[in-house]
């Protein structure tokens, strides 16, 4: 089971894609290749983010040792997911704006650190 800090930062992150995807569209007016290099610079942050939460929220009421593997595990599974989405997009993507791109990976990165500053009311 995933939290639900975890599922709001995942969440956040869609969203702050959205307003990339929203601002490249506006400031590309008309073209097409400013919004989708900024919905592929988010999905390349959403990605690896949704692979991490997988692996390393799939050990459940274990032992720390067990669990800080399984956090290390998808801390390095992200890490190369990374990588490869930026190698296949930026060599096999020619029309892509690579502003754009890195604009909606970053804000959608920036949803980690708006999630950790958003506080919680516990009821």
């Known amino acids: 089971m995933v ?3 975890v599922r709001r930062v995942i969440r956040l992150q869609s969203q702050l894609t959205v307003v990339a995807v929203v601002v490249a569209a506006v400031i590309g007016w008309g073209d097409i290749a ?6 592929l610079g988010g999905l390349s ?4 983010a949704l692979a ?8 459940q009421r274990a032992p720390p040792m067990v669990l800080m593997k399984a ?7 992200k890490f190369f997911l990374t990588i490869i989405l930026f190698a296949v997009v930026l ?4 029309d892509i704006s690579v502003v754009a791109y890195f604009a909606g990976y970053l804000l959608a990165v920036s949803g980690y650190w708006f999630g950790l500053l958003i506080k919680i009311e516990k009821k």
Not at 34 to 39: E, M, N, Y
Not at 71 to 77: D, L, M, R
Not at 91 to 94: A, D, G, P, R, T
């Open 34 to 39: 400013l919004p989708v290099s900024a919905l």
């Open 71 to 77: 956090h290390y595990k998808a801390e390095t599974v």
């Open 3 to 5: 939290k639900p800090e």
């Open 91 to 94: 060599l096999f993507f020619k």
């Open 52 to 59: 991490y939460v997988w692996i390393a929220y799939s050990v």
């Open 45 to 48: 942050a959403i990605l690896p």
